[in-house]
């Protein structure tokens, strides 16, 4: 029994040694396959990093030579820029000379020319002694007597040229009536125009459906008569889908039927007596918004103070147009080029600012009262207390009577360029085709005119000639002769501007 004890312990003590031999021997294979699997990676890592550095080298390679090939063409365009501009340099430098040789020549000639003429002169004054001496002699008068013969002949002469000359006065200002007269009848049409100026007297108010048509009209019309009673105005009710039209001349009185119309289709309860609530209420709110732009549009112009009436009549000319003009916009864009053109001539800026804003106030009631427009603003600022300068500005802003101060004609200026800026009144498309044609045709109607444009809606006209037809000299000629005949032909707003460009190009190849 000892004996097989002492077996099993040597045969455990034999198996621990063999399991730790076999250990040492699995971790020793395994340390080694772990080193040669980093010897692997690193080989190739080694690899990679060469490829890399080989495809890095050749890209650098690539970029220098990429560069250089730049270089050397940016290099040779500098060069033949720099023989191109050399040899212009060159041509100028001649050209200057034969210009510098001319010039010599001419002066050269022009003393020669002078002293010659010197000599005429005293050869001329020499035979006018003698031819008066004898003539003294032929007619038996002295100089002194055959002077006041001809003062008198002198006299009678210029008696028949200032009949002429107011001839002419006349004539002229007839033209100038017949001009004012259609003036007038423009501003007439304006102010009383027909229905079919319906961009001017007619708003549309959109519905949501046919059926509310019906509604409008109400049983036996007594809807539409209900408020066409309370608003003074016309609704026009036809075959138009989902839209109604409101027809009226006074634009206070349409902005009130549309604003209550407006109302009554989003509410949607429409009878006589919901018509008059709802017609007082926009009256009420127009009212309001025309306070509330008369007061915006004098502290856009810097003019506070102004009276309640004089508020409220700026107000209403929010709804009134001339011309496609905003007569609200028109009066504030007046009052600053009023006060910019008082600043530069030392006038008084408040009262040009003033007048420039109240010039057209005339015509928030123009409708309502006889007169001229500008009267009619000056009688109203004369009532409401204002400046005796204001009201002259106002009143003789269309030169309907004479100046009293210097900012008179200062607003006067300052409306006339506010109504004729280019893009202020609209005018139809024909007319405004037609027109560019005009100056295109006039401009090409002159001998030497390559090409002409007309460009800024008609206020400018570029015209390029053949350099070889006309000179410099000629050019501005030609541009004062087109300037002519524009004048003459043509009736345009503002002013025209005429630009000849004449145009030398030298080309050259460089092989």
């Not at 709110?285 to 549009?297: H, I, P, R, T």
């Amino acid at each position: 029994m000892p004996d097989n004890a002492i077996l099993l312990a040597v045969g455990a003590i034999v198996l621990i040694a063999g399991g730790a031999a076999l250990g040492f021997l699995a971790r020793g294979l395994w340390a080694a396959q772990a080193v040669r699997a980093a010897q692997e990676k690193a080989g190739r890592i080694v690899a990679e990093a060469r490829a890399q550095q080989k495809d890095l080298i050749l890209q650098a390679k690539e970029e220098q030579v990429r560069l250089q090939r730049e270089t050397a063409e940016e290099e040779r365009a500098k060069r033949a820029e720099l023989t191109v501009l050399e040899r212009r340099l060159l041509q100028r430098d001649e050209q200057l000379d034969q210009r510098t040789d001319m010039l010599e020549q001419r002066d050269r000639k022009l003393l020669d020319r002078e002293r010659e003429l010197q000599e005429q002169r005293d050869a001329l004054g020499r035979a006018r002694q003698e031819q008066v001496t004898a003539l003294e002699r032929v007619s038996g008068m002295t100089a002194d007597q055959a002077k006041a013969q001809l003062l008198e002949e002198v006299r009678e002469e210029a008696e028949h040229d200032a009949v002429r000359v107011a001839r002419a006065i006349e004539r002229e200002a007839r033209e100038e009536a017949e001009d004012r007269a259609r003036e007038i009848v423009v501003t007439a049409i304006q102010r009383i125009m027909a229905d079919h100026t319906a961009e001017m007297t007619v708003s549309v108010v959109p519905l949501p459906s046919d059926e509310m048509k019906g509604r409008i009209i109400g049983r036996e019309g007594r809807n539409i008569r209900a408020l066409e009673q309370a608003t003074g105005i016309d609704l026009i009710i036809d075959d138009t889908p989902e839209s109604v039209l409101i027809s009226g001349f006074d634009p206070v009185r349409r902005e009130v039927a549309r604003l209550a119309l407006t109302k009554l289709i989003q509410d949607g309860r429409i009878h006589p007596g919901r018509i008059e609530e709802v017609v007082a209420k926009a009256r009420a709110e127009v009212d309001l918004a025309m306070k509330q732009a008369g007061e915006q549009a004098a502290y856009d112009a810097g003019v506070p103070g102004l009276p309640p009436e004089i508020i409220k009549l700026l107000g209403r000319l929010k709804y009134r147009t001339s011309y496609g003009q905003n007569v609200l916009k028109h009066a504030v864009e007046t009052s600053r080029l009023a006060s910019i053109i008082a600043a530069e001539v030392g006038a008084d800026i408040q009262i040009a600012k003033m007048g420039g804003l109240l010039h057209d106030i005339g015509k928030a009631v123009d409708h309502e009262v006889e007169g001229p427009h500008a009267q009619i603003g000056g009688q109203i600022a004369q009532r409401n207390g204002l400046s005796p300068r204001v009201v002259n500005a106002i009143a003789a802003h269309h030169q309907e009577v004479e100046y009293a101060c210097v900012e008179a004609p200062i607003v006067q200026i300052a409306d006339a360029i506010s109504a004729s800026r280019p893009g202020a009144r609209g005018e139809s498309m024909e007319a405004y085709v037609k027109r560019l044609e005009d100056l295109q045709a006039i401009a090409d109607s002159f001998p030497g005119v390559e090409r002409s444009f007309a460009v800024q809606a008609g206020r400018e006209v570029r015209i390029l000639v053949r350099p070889e037809e006309i000179d410099d000299l000629a050019s501005m000629r030609l541009a004062r002769d087109i300037v002519r005949k524009i004048e003459e032909s043509l009736t345009y707003p503002g002013q025209i501007k005429v630009t000849v460009i004449r145009e030398t190009r030298a080309v050259e190849y460089a092989k």
